[in-house]
């Protein structure tokens, strides 16, 4: 195996040359199944500890093995005010009077208060920023039941999703003038600049919902009729800030089905022994073109190809980036090499606030390669210069070759860089091939990825991922 310097300045330098070239990330995903119940859950806790500010980023996996026991981490160590945030989250999710979306919406309001007002912005921007609004008016001229005057079968047939809710307030009033309420209302609602109280926040999710699930809107993503990538935004976003009611709903369900109070711990820098913390990495290269230089990846020929294509690359950048150990890492690390013993399946998923990172996902495949436990995390394998390596700062953890993974996600970015330049957005490599570009797979290595397969226990996923490991 080549002998690498885990330098941290070079690759966060890799990274944000990566993140300035600007790719398309939106259609690559390193995993290609449904979350299943567990996952969703444990999204919703990151997502209810995720404040929304720039860098904050959480997550959260189910530790079985001595009873039932949530285990949270930060990218970076946790603050006092996420440890008594989450103590106060953990709380409300035991309290038998807590039962409802609605009575955790003090604590999300107050917690998530950036983020939520983002997607609420975000969501009037999907209707309003992008043209949707006048597809919708073209789309609704068109439409062919848009005339008629809603009795409860007709609404049963728009509205399959919501017909009690609106049946008594729209019978009787023709479709078309329905749905224009609903979009115009939403557009009004959303007008905020600070987050709503629980009514305003209730009326934008009920509004948006409405219309989102109506047979018009469904019917146009999925026909795949003029303007359906604009109505398929205003669906993305609504479904996003839907998650502060729905999957709430859900983790509120799950939590009165456990009953009594629910364990949880931080992984902090302590309890994983990490002795170099935070740092402010100095980026050596003055513009992107240099770093590009230095990366020795490309030739000077596709480099002034790429100069011409992005002239920003030759302009002075960013030159200092914060790193830490992310949060799905430590959640890793925390558990170290685990005997099958004890663990209720192999797979075990890690719920995020956000998608991991190329890094993460990098690090994940190589551990998963050779580890104990098969992690399962959702990507867009987007570039982030603030992921730091594992072996320097965590000497204390046993039974991992941190040094391994490490050195696979240096070999695996420079691959990304090269591979990203030679195909642009059409690339489709799988990251679990990346990895082991510079090593083949040997027969302990494999026996142990089909093992993983074979006890996978979700139906079509062990096929996959077998043939991602061997690339085919
Ligand atoms: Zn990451």
Redesign the pocket.
């Known amino acids: 195996m080549t002998n690498f310097n885990l330098n941290q300045a070079q690759l966060s330098e890799r990274l944000l040359l990566l993140q300035k070239l600007d790719l398309e990330y939106s259609n690559h995903k390193a995993t290609q199944h449904r979350p299943n119940r567990e996952t969703k859950l444990l999204n919703t806790i990151a997502l209810l500890l995720s404040t929304g500010r720039p860098g904050d980023h959480f997550a959260a996996a189910f530790d079985k093995r001595q009873g039932l026991e949530v285990i949270l981490a930060k990218?970076g160590t946790p603050t006092s005010e996420d440890i008594a945030d989450a103590k106060e989250l953990f709380s409300c999710l035991c309290n038998p009077e807590i039962s409802n979306p609605r009575d955790l919406y003090p604590f999300v309001s107050r917690r998530c208060r950036a983020s939520v007002l983002k997607r609420i912005q975000k969501l009037r921007a999907s209707i309003v920023d992008t043209g949707f609004y006048n597809e919708f008016y073209s789309r609704l001229d068109q439409y062919p039941s848009a005339r008629d005057l809603l009795s409860p079968d007709v609404i049963e047939q728009e509205f399959p999703e919501d017909e009690d809710a609106i049946e008594d307030e729209f019978v009787g009033m023709p479709l078309s003038v329905v749905l224009r309420d609903l979009l115009e209302g939403t557009i009004g609602v959303t007008s905020v600049s600070e987050v709503p109280n629980l009514d305003e926040f209730v009326d934008i999710h009920t509004l948006a919902s409405t219309l989102g699930d109506s047979s018009f809107m469904q019917e146009w993503i999925i026909m795949r009729e003029v303007g359906y990538q604009k109505a398929k935004r205003f669906q993305q976003c609504r479904q996003k800030l839907s998650r502060y009611i729905d999957d709430v709903h859900s983790l509120i369900r799950g939590a009165k089905r456990l009953g009594g109070v629910i364990k949880y711990r931080w992984v902090t820098d302590e309890s994983l022994g990490i002795q170099a913390r935070e740092e402010d990495i100095r980026i050596h290269a003055a513009t992107p073109e240099e770093a590009a230089h230095r990366a020795s990846v490309l030739s000077s020929q596709q480099l002034e190809e790429l100069k011409e294509r992005k002239p920003s690359l030759v302009e002075p950048w960013q030159r200092t980036v914060h790193s830490c150990i992310?949060?799905?890492?430590r959640i890793i690390l925390h558990f170290g090499r685990v005997s099958m013993q004890g663990m209720s399946g192999r797979f075990q998923p890690i719920g995020l606030s956000k998608s991991?990172?190329l890094?993460?996902v990098l690090w994940i495949a190589a551990h998963n390669i050779r580890g104990g436990i098969w992690w399962q995390t959702r990507s867009r394998n987007k570039p982030?210069p603030t992921?730091a390596f594992t072996a320097r700062a965590c000497p204390n953890v046993q039974g991992l070759a941190l040094a391994t993974f490490d050195e696979k996600v240096i070999s695996g970015v420079l691959r990304w860089l090269q591979l990203r330049y030679e195909s642009g957005t059409e690339f489709r490599k799988d990251l679990y091939q990346i990895v082991e570009d510079d090593g083949a797979l040997n027969a302990d290595d494999l026996a142990v990825v089909v093992a993983a397969a074979l006890t996978s226990t979700r139906k079509g996923d062990g096929k996959a991922i077998v043939y991602s490991v061997l690339g085919q």
């Not at 992310?326 to 890492?329: K, P, T």
């Open positions: 990218n992310h949060a799905e890492i991991s990172c890094c993460c982030d992921w």
